[in-house]
């Protein structure tokens, strides 16, 4: 069988943003009126910063987060208006781009404040800053104990450009919440004590998904979500309250098949062994375009509403399927996670079965895939 003209063959990311859009609805709903930190970093999680960003930009109340400061300019120079924060630790030659483009900097050290007053000082103003606390995640952000010496630094220059204050909880998507209570009570602690010093915060911020399905106290006047967003979920001991859909469906084309006998080996190392005589597919998308390598040994793909079976290892750039006694259409494709109108296999799924998370796997999506925008 011949693959038909003018179709797209290989990996294949259909980005649905009306669903970005409803999860985003059904996470409003959830927090009320508060403002929303909308996390895109990471190319918004594989989706697509950029396209993301242009869907949701117009909501009431949202704001963008990133890691690295290049991702904020990525969504400046693509004319995202909304406030931009950056998460990385601040580089002191990122200063002078952030004033000019209105990007937010994240502020974690006494160093940090420093190089912030001598650009105040050589400038006449500064970029927006959040300061950000560590409460228990080890990474960056202040230790709880140099709160009254870092509100104490933040002279009346500088103190100005302080739009928020934030911490980030390590446990929020766990069964077992109490080390995160213990994070939200400390968090608590530090915000009041800016009181004493006559420090308002426009902004207070800690939940993350699991925050907003876990510990509705957690809100403060704003909320950062990431993974809800695109429609799965943190872990797998949290329960979906909200109604979030996947926004990304990876597929795969059917590039081959081919009948073989029974006891054939497939793929490297010959781990597989057919069972009788069967079908066997050949799809181009392998590891190297993001596909979960280690999921060969339980996993399946969905081809019209049926589950079959990978059949050995994930090569670099292709994979196989026993189609049993289905001839499959050379030229299709197979549903490798996300839903379609035949059946679905959620990203959590096979995130479980091997061992890691959703976030490795809608992140690693890359290598040739090409990405589709639906309902834009
Ligand atoms: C500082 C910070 N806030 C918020 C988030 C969003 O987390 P989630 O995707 O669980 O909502 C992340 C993601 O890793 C993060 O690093």
Same mark, same amino acid.
């Given at each position: 069988?011949?693959?038909?003209?003018?179709?797209?063959?290989?990996?294949?990311?259909?980005?649905?943003?009306?669903?970005?859009?409803?999860?985003?609805?059904?996470? /409003?709903?959830?927090?009320?009126?508060?403002?929303?930190?909308?996390?895109?970093?990471?190319?918004?999680?594989?989706?697509?910063?950029?396209?993301?960003? /242009?869907? !949701?930009?117009?909501? /009431?109340?949202?704001?963008?987060?990133?890691?690295?400061?290049?991702?904020?300019?990525?969504?400046?120079?693509?004319?995202?208006?909304?406030?931009?924060?950056?998460?990385?630790?601040?580089? =002191?030659?990122? !200063? &002078?781009?952030?004033?000019?483009?209105?990007?937010?900097? $994240?502020? =974690?050290?006494?160093?940090?404040?420093?190089?912030?007053? =001598?650009?105040?000082?050589?400038?006449?103003?500064?970029?927006?800053?959040?300061? &950000?606390?560590?409460?228990?995640?080890?990474?960056?952000?202040?230790?709880?104990?140099?709160?009254?010496?870092?509100?104490?630094?933040?002279?009346?220059?500088?103190?100005?450009?302080?739009?928020?204050?934030?911490?980030?909880?390590?446990?929020?998507?766990?069964?077992?919440?109490?080390?995160?209570?213990?994070?939200?009570?400390?968090?608590?602690?530090? *915000?009041?004590?800016?009181?004493?010093?006559?420090?308002?915060?426009?902004?207070?911020?800690?939940?993350?998904?699991?925050?907003?399905?876990?510990? /509705?106290?957690?809100?403060?006047?704003?909320?950062?979500?990431?993974?809800?967003?695109?429609?799965?979920?943190?872990?797998?001991?949290?329960?979906?309250?909200?109604?979030?859909?996947?926004?990304?469906?990876?597929?795969? =084309?059917? *590039?081959?098949?081919?009948?073989?006998?029974?006891?054939?080996?497939?793929?490297?190392?010959?781990?597989?062994?057919?069972?009788?005589?069967?079908?066997?597919?050949?799809?181009?998308?392998?590891?190297?375009?993001?596909?979960?390598?280690?999921?060969?040994?339980?996993?399946?793909?969905?081809?019209?509403?049926?589950?079959?079976? !990978?059949?050995?290892?994930?090569?670099?750039?292709?994979?196989?399927?026993?189609?049993?006694?289905?001839?499959?259409?050379?030229?299709?494709?197979?549903?490798?996670?996300?839903?379609?109108?035949?059946?679905?296999?959620?990203?959590?799924?096979?995130?479980?079965?091997? $061992?890691?998370?959703?976030?490795?796997?809608?992140?690693?999506?890359?290598?040739?895939?090409?990405? !589709?925008?639906?309902?834009?």
């Amino acid at each position: 069988m011949n693959i038909k003209k003018n179709k797209i063959i290989g990996p294949k990311a259909y980005i649905d943003l009306d669903v970005c859009r409803s999860n985003l609805s059904a996470i /409003k709903k959830r927090i009320g009126g508060r403002k929303l930190l909308c996390v895109i970093k990471a190319n918004g999680y594989g989706h697509g910063a950029v396209q993301i960003a /242009k869907a !949701i930009e117009n909501f /009431k109340n949202v704001q963008f987060a990133v890691f690295s400061f290049e991702e904020a300019l990525e969504l400046r120079n693509s004319n995202i208006q909304n406030d931009i924060l950056v998460f990385s630790r601040m580089q =002191s030659q990122y !200063i &002078k781009l952030a004033y000019e483009n209105n990007i937010t900097l $994240n502020i =974690s050290a006494i160093e940090d404040i420093e190089e912030i007053n =001598s650009y105040f000082l050589l400038n006449g103003s500064c970029p927006r800053y959040h300061l &950000k606390f560590d409460t228990g995640m080890t990474r960056l952000g202040f230790d709880l104990t140099d709160a009254s010496m870092i509100y104490g630094n933040l002279n009346k220059n500088i103190v100005k450009y302080l739009e928020g204050v934030y911490t980030h909880f390590a446990t929020a998507d766990e069964g077992n919440l109490s080390y995160a209570i213990r994070q939200l009570n400390n968090f608590k602690k530090v *915000v009041e004590k800016a009181d004493e010093y006559g420090i308002k915060f426009k902004n207070i911020h800690c939940s993350n998904s699991g925050a907003i399905i876990n510990i /509705k106290d957690s809100y403060f006047n704003m909320v950062r979500v990431g993974m809800l967003l695109y429609g799965a979920l943190p872990s797998n001991e949290v329960k979906d309250n909200i109604g979030i859909k996947p926004v990304m469906s990876f597929y795969g =084309s059917i *590039v081959n098949v081919r009948k073989v006998k029974k006891g054939t080996h497939i793929s490297y190392g010959g781990v597989y062994k057919s069972t009788s005589e069967t079908n066997i597919g050949v799809i181009q998308t392998g590891f190297a375009d993001g596909f979960p390598r280690p999921w060969y040994n339980d996993g399946y793909v969905n081809y019209k509403g049926k589950n079959y079976k !990978i059949a050995g290892r994930v090569c670099m750039d292709q994979l196989m399927i026993d189609f049993g006694k289905t001839i499959p259409i050379v030229g299709e494709d197979v549903l490798f996670f996300g839903e379609n109108e035949f059946g679905k296999i959620k990203v959590e799924t096979i995130a479980e079965n091997i $061992n890691s998370t959703a976030y490795v796997l809608l992140t690693s999506i890359g290598g040739r895939t090409k990405y !589709i925008y639906v309902n834009q």
